[in-house]
C-alpha cells in the first residue's frame, strides 16, 4: 500500500512539477539530476579526502587591486533594458565604439587586456552580463534569455548615444553577439567573435556526431537545480582554479582572486548558470522557431573575424570552420594549441589579429 501511494504521489508531484516548469526545463532537470550522480561521488570523494572542508569558501569583502587598477578605465552603472548594468570605460568618447561581451564562468575583467591595448584609439566598455558580477542578478529563469541579453547591449549603445559601433563577444558573450549581429546589423560596423562557432554551426556539429555532445555534457548538468552552484562554491571555488590554468593562470595569482571575488555568492553562479538553463527552455525554442529569427540568424551580414584557439576542451574545431557557412564575410584565425580562453592566454596574438582585421576595415 506504501509503494503504490508513494507512486502515486510521485506520479502527482510530477504532473505538478510539469504544470508549472515548462516540458523543455523538465526533462532536462531529470537529465541533469541523471548525469550529476558522478558529481556526487567526487564530492563524497572529496570529503574523505579533505573532510567537511569541502564545503568552505573563505570571505572576500575587498576586491583585489587588480579590479580598481585605473588603467583599465572607470567603473560606471546605467540602467538598461530594465535593470541596473556595471561597466568599465576606458578611451576617449569621440572615438569609435568598441564593446566587449564576456561568457561563463567570467566578467568584464577578462577584457583587461583588450581594454589597455584598444584604449588609445577607441573608446573601449567592458560589462558585467546580467546576473554576474555587480550588474543586477534578475529573478526567474525567462529574465536570462537571448533576446533580454542582446537587448541589454542594444539599450546601452542606445543610451551611449553611438549609432554604430564594433561588437566583441567570448563563449556565452559570442553567442549573445552572433544573435545581435543576426538581429540588430545596421548598429554594427564589425564584429568579432572569440572561441564560439555560429549558433547554427554548432549545432550542426551536435547532429553529425558525439564530439560536440560529449564537449557540452556540462550544459545538460546546469539544467540541476542548485547543485551546480554548490559544486562550483565547493573547495573554495577550485574549479575556477582548474579552468584558469588553462589560460595561463596560476592558481595563488592576483587574478584568479579577481576571479573568486566576483564569483564569491551563490547568485552570482546561479545569474550565469541560468543562461544554460534557458537556453533549454521553452521560451527559447519559441524565440528561435520564429521564422524570422530564423532568416536572420541564417546569414550574419555584418563582416566578422572569428578567432579560435584550436585547444578548446568545450567546443569543436569543426565548429569554428562550419561558421563561415553562415556569415556573408568571414575571416576564420585558428590559434594552434591555445585554450578556451583565449584571448587571456594568448592576449598579444588575439590584439595583433583584432588591430589587422580593424585597420583594413578603416
Known amino acids: 500500500t506504501h509503494i503504490v501511494l508513494g507512486t502515486h504521489f510521485a506520479f502527482l508531484l510530477l504532473c505538478l512539477v510539469w504544470q508549472v516548469m515548462d516540458s523543455a526545463r523538465v526533462i532536462g532537470v531529470l537529465l541533469g539530476l541523471l548525469l550529476s550522480i558522478p558529481v556526487y561521488i567526487s564530492l563524497v570523494i572529496r570529503i574523505f579526502v579533505v573532510g567537511w572542508g569541502v ?10 587591486a587588480c579590479l580598481q587598477d585605473q588603467e583599465l578605465g572607470v567603473h560606471k552603472y546605467v540602467k538598461v533594458n530594465g535593470i541596473s548594468i556595471h561597466y568599465v570605460e576606458a578611451g576617449d568618447e569621440d572615438k569609435p565604439l568598441m564593446v566587449f561581451v ?22 573601449v566598455i567592458a560589462f558585467d552580463n546580467r546576473g554576474y ?16 541579453l542582446t537587448d541589454d547591449i542594444k539599450s546601452l549603445v542606445e543610451i551611449l548615444g553611438v549609432p554604430k559601433f564594433t561588437l566583441v563577444g567570448h563563449d556565452w558573450g559570442g553567442a549573445i553577439s552572433w ?22 554551426a554548432l549545432r550542426d556539429q551536435r547532429q553529425r556526431g558525439w564530439e560536440q555532445k560529449l564537449k557540452s555534457w556540462y550544459i545538460i548538468f546546469f539544467q540541476c537545480p542548485v547543485l551546480p552552484e554548490l559544486f562550483a562554491l565547493s573547495e573554495d571555488m577550485r574549479v575556477l582554479e582548474g579552468m584558469l590554468a588553462d589560460a595561463g593562470l596560476d592558481k595563488d595569482s592576483e587574478e584568479v582572486e ?10 552570482t ?19 528561435w522557431a520564429d521564422k524570422q529569427n530564423q532568416d536572420k540568424i541564417r546569414l550574419i551580414k555584418v563582416r566578422t573575424l572569428e578567432i579560435f584557439g584550436t585547444g578548446d576542451k568545450y567546443l569543436t574545431v569543426a565548429g569554428a570552420v562550419g561558421s563561415s557557412k553562415y556569415v556573408a ?32 576595415s578603416n
Not at 564545503?55 to 583585489?64: A, D, E, Y
Not at 564576456?102 to 573608446?123: C, D, I, M, S, T
Not at 579577481?258 to 547568485?267: N, Q
Request: charge should be positive; hydrophobic fraction near 35%.
Open 329 to 360: 564575410d568571414h575571416k576564420l584565425e585558428l590559434l594552434e594549441g591555445v585554450s578556451h580562453w583565449v584571448q587571456q592566454e594568448a592576449p598579444d596574438r588575439v590584439n595583433l589579429l583584432m588591430q589587422n582585421f580593424l585597420t583594413l
Open 55 to 64: 564545503f568552505k569558501v573563505k570571505k572576500r569583502n575587498t576586491p583585489p
Open 258 to 267: 579577481a576571479y573568486k571575488y566576483a564569483f564569491r555568492e551563490f547568485g
Open 179 to 200: 544573435t545581435f549581429a543576426a538581429l540588430y546589423p545596421d548598429m554594427l560596423d564589425n564584429l568579432i567573435i572569440c572561441n564560439c562557432p555560429h549558433t547554427l
Open 133 to 148: 558580477n555587480d550588474s543586477e542578478k534578475p529573478t526567474g529563469i525567462d529574465s536570462y534569455s537571448i533576446k533580454n
Open 102 to 123: 564576456h561568457g561563463f564562468p567570467e566578467f568584464w575583467f577578462v577584457w583587461r587586456h583588450q581594454l589597455k591595448y584598444f584604449k588609445k584609439n577607441y573608446r
Open 269 to 287: 553562479w546561479t545569474g550565469g548558470i541560468n543562461f544554460y538553463r534557458c537556453a533549454l527552455s521553452k521560451k527559447s525554442t519559441e524565440f
